[in-house]
Nanobody
Framework: QVQLVESGGGLVQAGGSLRLSCAASGRTFDIYGMGWFRQAPGKQRELVAA???????NYADSVKGRFTISRDNAKNTMYLQMNSLKPEDTAVYYC????????????WGQGTQVTVSS
């Protein structure tokens, strides 16, 4: 089992920045990849950014150049640095973990609200 706890959400004006953190515990040594997802009201959950245990990353087109995903393996923590925030970035952000390359994300955090005001 893996437990994930997000923090760092909040209210920010457009153009501002926030950094989300996701602390992992449990079988962290078995985690292959982690990701940040978001879900806005009335919309489907979408992948924002992902990172593998080897450090490979990928981003949704909508956040490329503005968001940066990273992980500190020594602290079992993943981060999402969000810059140049836009009102359309408003959503609940979730972190997730997967245990193998070709599997779904198995473990999810409880989510943290990010609200960007115009």
């Amino acid at each position: 089992q893996v437990q994930l706890v997000e923090s760092g959400g909040g209210l920010v004006q457009a153009g501002g920045s926030l950094r989300l953190s996701c602390a992992a515990s449990g079988r962290t040594f078995d985690i292959y990849g982690m990701g940040w997802f978001r879900q806005a009201p009335g919309k489907q959950r979408e992948l924002v950014a992902a990172i593998t245990s080897g450090g490979s990353t990928n981003y949704a087109d909508s956040v490329k150049g503005r968001f940066t995903i990273s992980r500190d393996n020594a602290k079992n923590t993943m981060y999402l640095q969000m810059n140049s925030l836009k009102p359309e970035d408003t959503a609940v952000y979730y972190c997730a973990a997967k245990m193998a390359v070709n599997t779904l994300y198995d473990y999810w955090g409880q989510g943290t609200q990010v609200t960007v005001s115009s």
